[in-house]
């Protein structure tokens, strides 16, 4: 008998299921992870920036799990000796009306209560010599970088040490009377936690869950400067079109001073397709052709618009076009080689039709579903999963 079984061995299921041997001491607590090791998909995939918190408006878990897992992740990379690269971030504008945008975004962040400082063009030029700014930026100094994997790696060490097994190569398969059945047989089960990222909605479905929601997977590719580390002092963003969850391409200084322009938001045709025919699916690709297909006429969130745009970036010629409105010198001669692309598990609502913007739980006394939990998610891993474990509290009474 598993007191608790986790599907899905990324940073919010390793994060969950130490947060619940935690308020369970006498508990036995397992996680399930298919892959023969853990960071494979999002959490070993992701920019591994530190957000701070000041996109999201305040009454959303976003802003307080940003604000609150920025501080906590820091606090842990550094008790663990893991890099950080405490950069910051500049938000820059390129126009009139991207620059109105910067009040929102300053307005967000004091409510969230996010340090964020307001600087002119010329003092952003101190911070990052190369950034281009029409007037004015934003600069967050709390934002930074670690290496996800190394982070991941260091947390799977730790929930092994506090009595949690990690079972790598095992795969949900159904749902049983008393358990779950998975890939190496049936697992008799007192709770389950659905963290299962790109297959959380299809998991959630066998429980009784996820009846609105449906995945819906974006593809990010980033590609990588030839240029050494240092070459950026700092992250530069653009503005985001608030209305999304994504946040454009821009620069990411990364652990080891190098740096990557990107993501994409590339409509994916399966679930796992990271590249080529890897991973194909091809219940999967007609399921997704279908839906897209539906948005395409019929969409709470311009999915025409943003399908055209992001498959452009396909062309790295573009993708570094894109980035040069955000700072001086770059040459495609300098953007070479793709870095390792990310699967976006978005979470749509079937109903409205609109992307959801924020995390989304389902569960009762038995499972408890983690429906959404995209960027920020390995951001707001540590407050998120605490939530998470007060919420099975509440259900199990």
Known sequence: MTDFLVIGGGIIGISIARELKRTYADASVEVVEKESSGGEHASGRNSGVLHAGFYYTADSLKARFTRDGNRELTEYCESRKIPLNKCGKLVVAKNETEDVMLDELMVRGRKNGVLLDEVTAEEAKEIEPRVKTYRRALFSPTTSSADPRQVLAAMEADAKREGIRISYSVSFVS?????IRVSDGVRNVGYVVNAAGLYADRIGKEFGFSENYTILPFKGLYLSSDEPPGAFRTNIYPVPDLRNPFLGVHFTVKADGRVKIGPTAI??????QYSGFENFNSGEAFEMALRSASLLFSSGFGYSGLALSEVRKYSRRYMVKLAGELATGIEVSAFRKWARPGIR????????RRLEMDFVL??????????????????????????????????LG
Do not use: Y
């Open 175 to 179: 749902r049983t009377r008393d358990g």
């Open 267 to 272: 409509p994916a045709l399966w679930r796992e």
């Open 345 to 352: 598990a978005q979470l749509l609502d079937t109903r409205t």
């Open 362 to 395: 389902e569960g009762d006394s038995r499972s408890m579903h983690v429906l959404n939990a995209v960027s920020p998610g390995w951001t707001c891993s540590l407050p998120f999963s605490a939530h998470v474990v007060k919420a099975i509290d509440k259900k």
